[in-house]
């Protein structure tokens, strides 16, 4: 009988040189895809340049949380924001090393996965065949191994890692905060852990295809946002602060994580010249800053101009 369905498929049952025996149409075990000729096979490719920003970008997302919630909790007087931001930095960096040690093959800092071949690889659960239209025969599984499944572990480790080391640093060195602020932060990330979860489950496939250009359009917003807040209006306003450069160079490396996202650098001598577009947005707010000042055009009305 023919596989129906465009993720269904016979699994290997046994082999004997030549022989192979498969079994009935159906699922595919886990770490394992249909091919065209509808036979399931174990997925033994390396993640490509494309998969690996995807998943920096799903790993770089609990940890710039937890940095905005820490400052945003801390307070102007509190000397604890730097050690919970390096606490933060250490907990999504261990994370992110056993998550790669326990996926498949374990202990090493490698995996193998899946090629992605079209959006509907993310939702096969949608796809699940009825070939008398009344019993449904259910091909659901990870069509894009491991990248589905290997965010949910990553942010698993996160969780735990920070209930085990977060409130014992926050308790010893956040003395500047009271004590209904000292752990703010935590449940902040109690709130957008679930959330994150919920996000890669139902719109992974999306985030997969649109990253780059989130990616982009959030970190123009947000350097636009800060350096406005910040009153910055020239060089010198940037130069008073490191905390300021800081800020600035942060999202200079995410505006350069996009742009590599989206070229993928397929051709690397025409590619990486468009990483010198890298402080253009910067550059672009401090020379016009000036014009835009809302004091300025309010006294220009006044006169009349």
Partial sequence: ??????????????????????????????????????????????????????????????????????????????????????????????????????????????????????LSDWYTMLYNPSPDYVTTVHCTHEAVYPLYTIVFIYYAFCLVLMMLLRPLLVKKIACGLGKSDRFKSIYAALYFFPILTVLQAVGGGLLYYAFPYIILVLSLVTLA??????????????????????????????????IISISRVDKL?????????????ALFYLFTAKFTEPSRILSEGANGH
């Fill in 225 to 258: 946002v800060y350096m406005s807040a910040s009153e910055i209006e020239n060089c010198y306003d940037l130069l008073v602060r490191k905390k300021r450069l800081i800020v600035l160079f942060s999202h200079w490396l995410l505006h350069a994580y996009g």
């Fill in 269 to 281: 001598e025409q590619d990486l010249p468009l990483l010198a577009l890298v402080p253009t947005p």
């Fill in 1 to 118: 009988m023919a596989c129906l369905g465009l993720y269904c498929g016979k699994t290997l049952l046994f082999k004997n040189g030549s022989t192979e025996i498969y079994g009935e149409c159906g699922v595919c075990p886990r770490g394992q895809r249909t091919n065209a000729q509808k036979y399931c096979e174990p997925c033994t490719e390396s993640p490509e340049l494309y998969d690996w920003l995807y998943l920096g970008f799903m790993a770089m997302l609990p940890l710039v949380l937890h940095w905005f919630f820490i400052e945003w909790y801390s307070g102007k007087k509190s000397s604890s924001a730097l050690f919970q931001h390096i606490t933060a930095l250490f907990e999504c960096t261990v994370a992110a090393l056993i998550t790669l040690l326990v996926s498949d093959p374990v202990g090493v800092l490698y995996i193998r996965s899946c090629r992605v071949l079209m």
